[in-house]
């Protein structure tokens, strides 16, 4: 899931503002046009998963603005894809290295960490991307940041990163189930069930959803929920730890 979130963040790299040279001056805008319409076709390219065409638009675009850091940033994304793990990160840094206040690269950089089981890091670098408060993509990193927050064993910090992702956009789906489970788990299965009806609302029916609805239904007593939750989760996924869960406490 992570990974399918690093692309869908990454390919926001074409609506960033105007291109600037790392000493914070913008370049004419010819040159802006055309860096930022190789940029285009590369992600393009990239959304159909022609990486060897979407490298190919990416050197172009070096080629005319060696130091621009969505482009770098986009390269690390081609290569991650590619399974070129070391390439990337020499991309991403290179990208955190010419814009450092850029909320976007962070978060991709830090999804990208995240993919590679370097939890600590991600925290790190998704932390610095959540600082700014003009970032349209604010509530999808604090929900990455929750997410990083649980891998490093840090419940109080995840659920004060999920609070604020469904704070700054209500119907973020990652952080609605999260929260779902976390307010399960004190007891307090009022404010669970709320969060579980939001996040069904808005998000697709996931073995982590479907599991919490069988328990929401038990414990409110929706026989007919608990039995249509318990029959999802086995009909699509047999296979979940979640399921298991399930045949266990039958």
């Not at 926001?12 to 790392?22: A, E, G, H, N, Y």
């Not at 779902?180 to 069930?193: A, C, L, M, P």
Request: proline content about 4%; some cysteine.
């Amino acid at each position: 899931m992570i990974r399918i979130l690093l692309l869908l963040l990454a390919l926001l790299v074409s609506s960033c503002q105007s291109m600037k040279t790392p000493n914070g001056e913008s370049t004419d805008n010819g040159t802006v046009e055309l860096v930022q319409r190789h940029l285009d076709l590369a992600i393009g390219y990239l959304r159909n998963r022609d990486y060897q065409r979407a490298k190919e638009k990416l050197a172009k675009a070096l080629d005319i603005e060696p130091k621009n850091a969505d482009v770098h940033a986009t390269y690390g994304l081609v290569f991650q894809l590619e399974g070129e793990t070391d390439l990337a990160e020499e991309y991403f840094k290179q990208a955190v290295r010419y814009d450092p206040q850029s909320a976007q690269i962070r978060n991709s950089y830090g999804a990208f960490l995240f993919s590679e089981k370097r939890f600590d890091e991600a925290v790190e670098q998704l932390s610095k991307a959540s600082e700014d408060r003009f970032y349209p993509n604010r509530p999808m990193v604090f929900e990455n940041l929750g997410v990083a927050y649980n891998r490093i064993g840090d419940p109080e910090k995840a659920e004060y990163a999920f609070i604020r992702a469904t704070q700054l956009n209500p119907q973020q789906p990652r952080a609605l189930i999260e929260m779902g489970e976390i307010r399960f788990d004190e007891r307090n299965y009022v404010e669970s069930r709320d969060y579980y009806r939001r996040y069904s609302e808005v998000g697709p029916s996931t073995a982590k959803s479907l599991w919490l609805c069988v328990r929401l239904g038990r414990i409110f007593e929706d026989n007919n929920q608990a039995a249509s939750c318990s029959e999802a989760l086995e009909g699509i996924f047999p296979g979940s730890d979640e399921y298991q869960r399930y045949k266990e406490s039958i």
